[in-house]
């Protein structure tokens, strides 16, 4: 199983941007989808999480701006990321746990990052 994200770059304040994670491999269910980020000298948060079951949560900083979803036809989390604050700047991580495919029961998986950088 592997994770591929996608669509980081660069935005001005106030702008917005829309990741996406794919998940790979003969997967018949993943239970939850998240999005951690990361800046250098902090560490790895969780921003946002979305259950198999549509269940959602979102760190405080982040509310009311940011949406995830996900479509589990094609295994795939998004982050709608809204009204971006230089403070949203970090290495963007897509995580994948509790992931059941054909043959084995996996625990977690990580995708491999995607840059957002709001400049002010």
């Known amino acids: 199983v592997q994770l591929q994200a996608s669509g980081g770059g660069l935005v001005q304040a106030g702008g917005s941007l829309r990741l996406s994670c794919v998940a790979s491999g003969r997967i018949v269910r993943i239970e939850s989808l998240n999005w951690y980020r990361q800046s250098p000298g902090n560490q790895r948060e969780l921003v946002a999480g979305?259950?198999?079951?549509?269940?959602?949560n979102y760190v405080e900083s982040v509310k009311g701006r940011f949406t995830i979803s996900r479509d589990n036809a094609k295994n795939t989390v998004y982050l709608q990321m809204n009204s971006l604050k230089p403070e949203d700047t970090a290495v963007y991580y897509c995580?994948?746990?509790?992931?059941?495919?054909?043959?084995?029961?996996?625990?977690?998986?990580w995708g491999q990052g995607t840059q957002v950088t709001v400049s002010s």
């Open positions: 995580n994948a746990r509790g992931i059941s495919t054909l043959w084995e029961s996996i625990t977690e998986r």
């Open positions: 979305v259950m198999r079951s549509g269940n959602t």
